[in-house]
């Protein structure tokens, strides 16, 4: 069994950053991969961020270039910073872990609220 826990969400100015953290625990496999996903009022969940073990990282195409996904293997956590929030980014985010580097998300966190406002 494998628990996400989520943290670092706010609310935040538009151009303004954030970081959120993952912390896994239970058994983790050599292979996994880890996410980030969001999910604003009246909308579909959608892909952030994610990394596989192996450290190859995927973006979604409205976060590219202003969103980081890294890995601290050691503190079992996972980070995504986020620069130049929009308010368009306002969703809940949710960390995600699959033991594989293909397929469906099998675990998630409970979510963070993060929202751009002025």
């Known amino acids: 069994q494998v628990q996400l826990v989520e943290s670092g969400g706010g609310l935040v100015q538009p151009g303004g950053s954030l970081r959120l953290s993952c912390v896994v625990s239970g058994r983790k496999s050599s292979m996994y991969k880890m996410g980030w996903h969001r999910q604003a009022p009246g909308k579909q969940r959608e892909l952030v961020a994610q990394?596989?073990?192996?450290?190859?990282?995927t973006y979604g195409d409205p976060v590219k270039g202003r969103f980081t996904i890294s890995g601290d293997n050691a503190k079992n956590t996972v980070y995504l910073q986020m620069n130049s929030l929009k308010p368009e980014d306002t969703a809940v985010y949710y960390c995600a872990y699959n033991k594989l580097p293909w397929g469906p998300y099998d675990y998630w966190g409970q979510g963070t609220q993060v929202t751009v406002s002025s």
């Open positions: 990394i596989t073990a192996s450290g190859i990282t």
